[in-house]
């Protein structure tokens, strides 16, 4: 069983305010306590304040020299193309090669009608730019849908692509197209059952299984005002479609022990990477009990 990379949602805007931080601090306290990744959200118009992911990543970057560089998850198909593509390699360059792409389609029709996209194609835009982001992050001349053929400059090593969602569209185009698979806030047994169908997908084109990345949330401590396990969990349980009873069990909470447990309850499961967002307490707090957490795992 191999080692459990562990990375963590950078903090938003409003933790940002409240706790004193900015970006390229933050990022570099992740890097400084041992984590493998800082993350950032990829957000048009959802009424609450987020900034741009690009931006963020590019902060993220320039304050780090080693961590991973993660967008969770980036939604291409609410851009041109060609500019999807020219900002995913500017943040593969200035990162030094460190960016993660996690890639979605999601976002709700508010997101898609802000961008002047229509709902119904995302499916087949995500395809598409699963399909020809690599040719044109790797410098080649590459025809646009119903466009010119363009040519992007610098080239860039293709970044891993993790594709979004548990979704069974989602585990097939991760199959087809992706390097890791990263569902969010789903159940263990969907998860394995995911692996199962993703391997035996990903045979089927002649591609090896792609990595398990799992998107998860909690908090970690144990002093007094922390939300509990029950509360984390009712506030998800809704909006990711997954029954309170099961939801209860999916947050990383307690202290480094109790959260090692679970960490090493996902690494069973085949999962090689975790990204978590932190539900409450001091962010940079949080981020040296998790790295606490997952040492005992080495």
């Known amino acids: 069983m191999g080692r459990l990379e562990i990375g963590v949602v950078l903090p938003g805007i409003a933790?940002?305010?409240?706790?004193?931080?900015?970006?390229a601090t933050a990022a570099q306290h992740a890097e400084d306590a041992g984590l493998d990744g800082v993350w950032h959200g990829d957000h048009l118009a959802t009424g609450t304040p987020s900034l741009d992911?690009?931006?963020?990543?590019?902060?993220?970057?320039?304050?780090?020299?080693?961590?991973?560089?993660?967008?969770?998850?980036?939604?291409?198909?609410?851009?041109?193309?060609?500019?999807?593509?020219?900002?995913?390699?500017?943040?593969?360059?200035?990162?030094?090669?460190?960016?993660?792409?996690?890639?979605?389609?999601?976002?709700g029709?508010?997101?898609?009608?802000?961008?002047?996209?229509?709902?119904?194609?995302?499916?087949?835009?995500?395809?598409?730019?699963?399909?020809?982001?690599?040719?044109?992050?790797?410098?080649e001349p590459v025809r646009l849908p119903h466009g010119p053929e363009v040519e992007l400059s610098p080239a860039v090593p293709v970044p891993e692509i993790?594709?979004?969602?548990?979704?069974?569209a989602a585990v097939r185009r991760a199959a087809r197209l992706g390097t890791g698979w990263f569902p969010s806030l789903v159940p263990d047994a969907?998860?394995?059952?995911?692996?199962?169908?993703?391997?035996?997908?990903?045979?089927?084109?002649?591609?090896?299984?792609?990595?398990?990345?799992?998107?998860?949330?909690?908090?970690?401590?144990?002093?007094?005002?922390?939300?509990?396990?029950?509360?984390?969990?009712?506030?998800?349980?809704?909006?990711?479609?997954?029954?309170?009873e099961e939801a209860v069990a999916l947050p990383v909470t307690g202290g480094p022990a109790e959260a090692a447990e679970r960490l090493a309850a996902c690494r069973a499961l085949g999962v090689s990477h975790l990204v978590l967002g932190f539900a409450g307490g001091d962010w940079r707090r949080q981020c040296d009990l998790l790295a606490a957490a997952g040492a005992l795992l080495d």
Request: aromatic fraction near 6%; proline fraction near 7%; hydrophobic fraction near 45%.
């Open 15 to 23: 933790v940002q305010r409240r706790q004193g931080l900015d970006l």
């Open 53 to 107: 992911c690009a931006v963020g990543l590019a902060t993220a970057a320039a304050a780090t020299t080693r961590i991973r560089i993660g967008a969770s998850v980036f939604i291409p198909a609410i851009r041109p193309l060609a500019w999807a593509a020219k900002q995913v390699a500017a943040l593969q360059y200035v990162s030094g090669g460190r960016l993660v792409l996690g890639v979605g389609s999601g976002g």
């Open 109 to 139: 029709p508010e997101q898609w009608a802000a961008a002047g996209v229509p709902y119904g194609e995302r499916g087949a835009r995500t395809d598409t730019a699963l399909e020809l982001l690599p040719r044109l992050l790797s410098g």
């Open 162 to 168: 993790w594709v979004g969602n548990a979704s069974p």
């Open 190 to 244: 969907r998860v394995a059952d995911g692996a199962a169908r993703l391997a035996d997908l990903a045979a089927g084109h002649g591609r090896p299984a792609p990595v398990i990345a799992l998107g998860t949330t909690g908090v970690l401590g144990t002093e007094p005002g922390l939300p509990t396990r029950e509360e984390i969990a009712a506030g998800f349980a809704g909006v990711y479609g997954v029954p309170l």
